[in-house]
């Protein structure tokens, strides 16, 4: 455990045992060969014809402790339940379609707010390998690239409260870019779903996928509550986040960097959060007069670093931003972003 003796706190390793709140997971994909469509590419824009069938509805768990988990959809072998559409009978016809939706269901009955990242989508035959046409990478944030915001399919948007977003997030330090959704459920009934729908989304509309060759589906998802981002990124491209599912008592969240140069020294800087900021080695250390220690550290050989962050026993708004060391850059330093940590 690393002691911060000045502010008299840890962040450190200890152990949390904690109810997890969960949702159900599956997807909706659509028949466009069965009704005419035309196939060109994986991840190409396959049109909006054709039913939709549900791909085991319902019977994968995403557990929202701020950890990426995967989750993989065998076309040619998983119950598939009809949604919508003439051909939506429960029986896969043709031999390609379009990744339709993401279904989310409220399983334990969550009536805060959600957020959601999708990363890696990813469909993979016998004749194509994996063929990754999700990565959400190149895009300017907050991009509507392949999801629609959570309330734009009519079927389930009273079940949410106006309001939710969808759109690229580039400060993702704990992968790369990825696609954010945010949004609440009205209620805490447990019927409560919501379409994540790429129905002529902006960028990457209605990804075409094969069904044959024993195809599969694949993305990883995060779900759980990331600290405050405070800005203030740069010089250079390191990147910063905390999340998890908290940082108050019986709660835990990993603080990730990414960005640096490989295998190069760093450090945390600690400080006291609404002190005024810092302007040192031409970045903006934010709360840096506050600043109550810095926490050595180096970068591993793909330019990331990460900490687990524990409950503090105390009450205290910390913020966390590291520096890098980068010969690059004017004055040698990479700047991260400055995460406000609310321990309570």
Same mark, same amino acid.
């Given at each position: 455990?690393?002691? /911060?003796?000045?502010?008299?706190?840890? /962040? #450190?390793?200890?152990?949390?045992?904690?109810?997890?709140?969960? /949702?159900?997971?599956?997807?909706?994909?659509?028949?466009?060969?069965?009704?005419?469509?035309?196939?060109?590419?994986?991840?190409?824009?396959?049109g909006?014809?054709?039913?939709?069938?549900?791909?085991?509805?319902?019977a994968?768990?995403?557990?929202?402790?701020?950890?990426?988990?995967?989750?993989?959809?065998?076309?040619?072998?998983?119950?598939?339940?009809?949604?919508? #559409?003439?051909?939506?009978?429960?029986?896969?016809?043709?031999t390609?379609?379009?990744?339709?939706?993401?279904?989310?269901?409220?399983?334990?009955?969550?009536?805060?707010?959600?957020?959601?990242?999708?990363?890696?989508?990813?469909?993979?035959?016998?004749?194509?390998?994996?063929?990754?046409?999700?990565?959400?990478?190149?895009?300017?944030? +907050?991009?509507?690239?392949?999801?629609?915001?959570?309330?734009?399919?009519?079927?389930?948007?009273?079940?949410?409260?106006?309001?939710?977003?969808?759109?690229?997030?580039?400060?993702?330090?704990?992968?790369?870019?990825?696609?954010?959704?945010?949004?609440?459920?009205?209620?805490?009934l447990?019927?409560?779903?919501?379409?994540?729908?790429?129905?002529?989304?902006?960028?990457?509309?209605?990804?075409?996928?094969?069904?044959?060759?024993?195809?599969?589906?694949?993305?990883?998802?995060?779900?759980?509550?990331?600290?405050?981002?405070?800005?203030?990124?740069?010089?250079?491209i390191?990147?910063?986040?905390?999340?998890?599912?908290?940082?108050?008592?019986?709660?835990?969240?990993?603080?990730?960097?990414?960005?640096?140069?490989?295998?190069?020294?760093?450090?945390? +800087?600690?400080?006291?959060?609404?002190?005024?900021?810092?302007?040192?080695? #031409?970045?903006?250390?934010?709360?840096?007069?506050?600043?109550?220690?810095?926490?050595a550290?180096?970068?591993? #050989?793909?330019?990331?670093?990460?900490?687990?962050?524990?409950?503090?026993?105390?009450? +205290?708004?910390?913020?966390?931003?590291s520096?890098?060391?980068?010969?690059?850059?004017?004055?040698?330093? +990479?700047?991260?972003?400055?995460?406000?940590?609310?321990?309570?």
């Amino acid at each position: 455990m690393i002691q /911060l003796r000045s502010v008299a706190i840890a /962040l #450190g390793l200890t152990a949390v045992v904690q109810a997890q709140t969960t /949702l159900q997971i599956s997807i909706g994909i659509r028949e466009t060969d069965a009704s005419g469509g035309v196939f060109s590419a994986i991840g190409a824009n396959g049109g909006t014809v054709g039913g939709i069938e549900f791909v085991n509805r319902d019977a994968q768990t995403l557990t929202l402790d701020g950890t990426w988990q995967q989750f993989t959809f065998n076309l040619t072998t998983d119950p598939l339940v009809g949604f919508a #559409g003439l051909t939506a009978n429960g029986v896969l016809e043709g031999t390609f379609g379009v990744l339709e939706h993401v279904r989310v269901l409220n399983s334990t009955g969550i009536t805060t707010p959600i957020t959601l990242w999708i990363d890696d989508v990813t469909n993979t035959t016998t004749m194509t390998g994996p063929v990754v046409f999700g990565d959400f990478q190149n895009f300017a944030s +907050a991009a509507e690239v392949m999801f629609q915001e959570p309330g734009f399919s009519g079927s389930t948007s009273a079940n949410i409260l106006l309001g939710g977003t969808s759109g690229v997030d580039n400060r993702v330090a704990s992968r790369t870019s990825a696609c954010r959704c945010a949004f609440q459920f009205v209620d805490g009934l447990t019927t409560r779903w919501v379409r994540l729908t790429t129905f002529n989304a902006t960028n990457q509309p209605n990804p075409s996928i094969r069904f044959d060759n024993q195809a599969v589906v694949t993305f990883w998802m995060r779900g759980g509550p990331c600290q405050e981002d405070l800005g203030s990124q740069g010089p250079g491209i390191a990147i910063a986040e905390a999340c998890g599912t908290g940082l108050g008592a019986g709660q835990s969240s990993v603080y990730y960097t990414a960005g640096a140069l490989p295998g190069v020294p760093g450090a945390i +800087a600690v400080s006291i959060f609404g002190s005024p900021d810092l302007p040192i080695f #031409g970045g903006n250390l934010v709360s840096g007069f506050g600043l109550a220690a810095t926490i050595a550290v180096a970068s591993d #050989g793909g330019g990331r670093f990460s900490l687990p962050l524990s409950p503090l026993g105390a009450v +205290a708004d910390l913020v966390l931003q590291s520096v890098f060391f980068d010969p690059s850059l004017p004055q040698s330093f +990479a700047f991260t972003n400055a995460i406000r940590a609310r321990f309570r």
